[in-house]
């Protein structure tokens, strides 16, 4: 049974930075993409990052880009998303989820992953 499990949310002032940890097992972890999404409260779940199984390839959202960096350890089975420079839009619930996709560019939809992990509190303040 594959279960993802994430952590590192908190609360963080505008401009902070805070690091996820994305915790994998139940399948071969460095066979597959990885990718982070995000839902604020009343809105939809949306695109974050993706990194492809060897960690060569990343691709990012344009409202994080430069600011956020997406990273994977093969060896703890863990994928990391550092967040920096935080805004109060990046309040919301982090996902992290994982895709047989071998292509990271397509990775920006959700319906390209199957498993996702319970989330995490990311909360900015100004």
């Known amino acids: 049974q594959v279960q993802l499990v994430e952590s590192g949310g908190g609360l963080v002032q505008a401009g902070g930075s805070l690091r996820l940890s994305c915790a994998a097992s139940?399948?071969?972890?460095?066979?597959?993409?990885m990718g982070w999404f995000r839902q604020a409260p009343g809105k939809e779940r949306e695109f974050v990052a993706a990194?492809?199984?060897?960690?060569?390839?990343?691709y990012y959202a344009d409202s994080v880009k430069g600011r956020f960096t997406i990273s994977r350890d093969n060896a703890k089975n863990t994928v990391y998303l550092q967040m920096n420079s935080l805004k109060p839009e990046d309040t919301a619930v982090y996902y992290c989820?994982?895709?047989?996709?071998?292509?990271?560019?397509?990775?920006?939809?959700?319906?390209?992953?199957?498993?996702w992990g319970q989330g995490t509190q990311v909360t900015v303040s100004s």
């Open positions: 990194i492809n199984w060897s960690g060569g390839s990343t």
């Open positions: 139940g399948r071969t972890f460095s066979m597959y993409a």
């Open positions: 989820a994982t895709s047989p996709s071998t292509r990271v560019a397509g990775l920006t939809v959700s319906y390209e992953y199957d498993y």
